[in-house]
């Protein structure tokens, strides 16, 4: 070639994938990192922090003491169309969720102390 490179086109564009990367929770305190692992669809919060070495307090596990609550601060967790005896309005607008019920959908930041 006149410019006298070697004549070797390289594609650099990366190889496109049909898959998504898998949605990953983490699990904070403040702005510590505890811990982090991939998203388990159908799984609750409780159960991607053990999954993290992550131990949660809990009681009930059926959303009514409020003994698991944490902190959602970026992502979706789902809310039960009425809420459970865990939680009530003013602690869901401050990103109260039950860690024993609530299932995180794609990627999720949890810190693990409750809102207020
Ligand atoms: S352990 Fe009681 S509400 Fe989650």
């Known amino acids: ?3 006298g490179s070697a004549g070797v086109l390289l594609d650099e564009r990366r190889p496109e ?3 998504p990367p898998a949605p990953v929770i983490r699990f904070l305190r403040g702005a510590v990192l505890l811990g982090q692992c ?3 669809p159908g799984e609750t919060i409780v159960d991607h922090a ?3 070495g992550i131990s949660l307090p809990t009681n009930c596990t059926s959303g009514t003491c409020g003994t698991c609550m944490v ?3 970026l992502g979706e ?3 039960p169309e009425e809420l459970p005896p865990g939680l009530d309005d003013f602690l869901v607008e401050e990103g109260a969720r039950l ?3 609530g299932r995180p959908r794609g990627d999720v930041d949890i810190d693990i102390r ?3």
């Open 1 to 3: 070639m006149a410019d």
């Open 17 to 19: 994938t049909s898959t």
């Open 38 to 40: 991939p998203v388990n």
């Open 50 to 52: 053990e999954a993290c």
């Open 71 to 73: 902190s959602l601060i």
């Open 77 to 79: 967790v789902p809310l």
């Open 99 to 101: 860690g024993c019920i």
């Open 114 to 116: 409750p809102p207020i």
